[in-house]
């Protein structure tokens, strides 16, 4: 059972910011676009943290029904109205072992992110992608 969940979509509500390319590989970006999930999930009940900012775009750490989840969100490398976001586990050993109940917890989680793309108005071509 996978424990991973891929979207795509295009929108042109999240432009590159001016200093995003000092933080991220040049002309990827995704800050704005991990700005609205973070505030989307936490008014869903998600603990969320600040987002961090990797090569590839932006990461959120994410804490739900007690559980360590990260989220990847960045636009896609030249083409900027084009974006993906990922939801992955962080479990450890523990988290292994009890695999049917992180299980549980990430497809709730899963379907609140999915909620949350799919509310936004100016987000369209919303897919699932195969994992």
């Known amino acids: 059972m996978s424990l991973e969940r891929v979207w795509s979509f295009a929108s042109s509500a999240f432009p590159l910011e001016a200093d995003e390319a000092e933080t991220v590989n040049p002309g990827l970006g ?10 989307a999930l936490a008014g869903r009940g998600v ?7 990797e090569d590839w775009g932006w990461r959120l750490e994410l804490r739900f029904e007690g559980r360590r989840f990260w989220m990847g969100c960045g636009a896609v ?3 900027p109205d084009n974006f993906v ?10 988290g292994l072992l009890a695999g049917s109940v992180w299980h549980n917890s990430f497809e ?5 992110v999915g909620d949350a ?6 987000i369209h071509d919303l897919a699932e ?3």
């Open 129 to 131: 992608e195969p994992v």
């Open 117 to 122: 793309l799919r509310e936004h108005p100016e």
């Open 108 to 112: 709730r989680l899963a379907g609140l």
């Open 30 to 39: 995704g800050r704005k676009l991990c700005s609205y999930l973070s505030e």
């Open 77 to 79: 490398t030249d083409e």
């Open 47 to 53: 603990a969320v943290n600040q987002p961090a900012a």
């Open 85 to 94: 976001v990922f939801l992955k586990t962080r479990r450890g050993l523990r």
